[in-house]
């Protein structure tokens, strides 16, 4: 089955349901949505909106309020911790260094897009600080210069 398919089979199911503007049913369609492209296109949002008459501002709100949606494919997580080691070695700096580099929106997504930038209060590697978790790995003793090396293996 395709893409498509995928899709259309999504919205039949969902039109066909006596709660299918419910945010409970818009949330499980988006999961779907989301489960085929990795992230939530803006003409499947819209395509939501028109067919279940339901204002894109509540679409949005939905999407803010669910950490877990996403409408961008996001292809890199970083995360800086913010604990009390990490922010007695310079982690403020980093952060504000990892910050300007990306471009970070307010969203916490990259200009691009394609990475997502967060803060945790500990990652629970104290002894090695300042750390950073880059896609689920956990990066030790970071500077501003082992951050752009990371970035150049992203190239």
């Not at 709100?61 to 949606?69: A, D, E, K, V």
């Not at 913010?82 to 980093?94: H, Q």
């Not at 880059?134 to 090396?149: A, F, L, R, S």
């Amino acid at each position: 089955m395709t893409e498509q398919e995928t899709i259309e089979e999504i919205f039949e199911y969902y039109k066909g349901r006596d709660d299918c503007a419910s945010q409970e049913s818009l949330v499980d369609m988006f999961r779907e949505i989301q489960e085929v492209y990795g992230y939530i296109p803006a003409e499947l949002k819209e395509r939501m909106a028109r067919e279940f008459c339901v204002k894109e501002t509540f679409l949005n709100c939905i999407i803010q309020r669910y950490p877990s949606l996403k409408e961008q494919k996001i292809t890199h997580t970083v995360i800086v911790c913010s604990g009390e080691r990490c922010r007695n070695k310079n982690a403020a700096e980093l952060l504000a260094y990892i910050r300007k580099s990306l471009k970070i929106q307010k969203n916490g997504s990259s200009e691009d897009g394609k990475v997502c930038l967060r803060t945790q209060n500990c990652l629970r590697h104290c002894r090695t600080s300042p750390n950073i978790s880059v896609d689920g790995e956990i990066q030790t003793g970071m500077t501003c210069e082992k951050w752009k090396q990371i970035l150049q293996s992203w190239s």
